[in-house]
Each structure stands twice: as C-alpha cells, then as structure tokens.
C-alpha cells in the first residue's frame, strides 16, 4: 500500500505551523508515515501534511461515533422518562383507587 501524496491545503497548513507544533505533530506519527521519514523518503513537510491528514480523518471518525453515541443516549433517556412518567401515573391512580375505596362519601 503507497502512502498517497499530501494534498496542497495540508502542506499549507504544514507550513504554518510553530516548531513546537511541528514536534507534536510528529510525535504522534506511525506507521508507514514514520518509516518513510526515517527514510528520507518523505520530507518533514510533507510528513507534517500527511499526519494533518490522518489526524482530521479521525477527528471527522470520533465525532461521527460520538453522535451516533449521544442520539443513542438521547434515546435511552427519553426512554426512561417515559416509563418513570408512566409508572407516576399509575402509582396516582392506585392512590385514586384506594382514597375512593377507603371513603364511601367519595364514590
């Protein structure tokens, strides 16, 4: 598998980025991006772009799940409400019922 070429608009955020930046950035690199570094077969440049790349792909990745994560909570949580407001509504009536049986004036 061949790493694909940097586009142009992660080589210009490359460029712009301070030299403690660069050294996170990099940091955080794996894999055949690293190597190919090692390498001299990339250049830091274009290292910088790619791992810019990979990381706003798994940025878009983990905000997808985390939607996908609170509709699912969403649910749950309308869910139980549901069920907490109809077991309320019941315990009411059950209390209606008793209060009616208990006083024969209320019938």
Known sequence: MKIKPPADEYLEKA?????DESQRLLSRMRGKPARKLEDKKLSTLEALAIQLEIDDELLSEWRKNMFTIKEKE???AAKEAEAKEKAEKQKAEKLNKEKINANPSLR
């Open 15 to 19: 460029k712009e980025l301070s030299e």
């Open 74 to 76: 969403a649910k749950k």
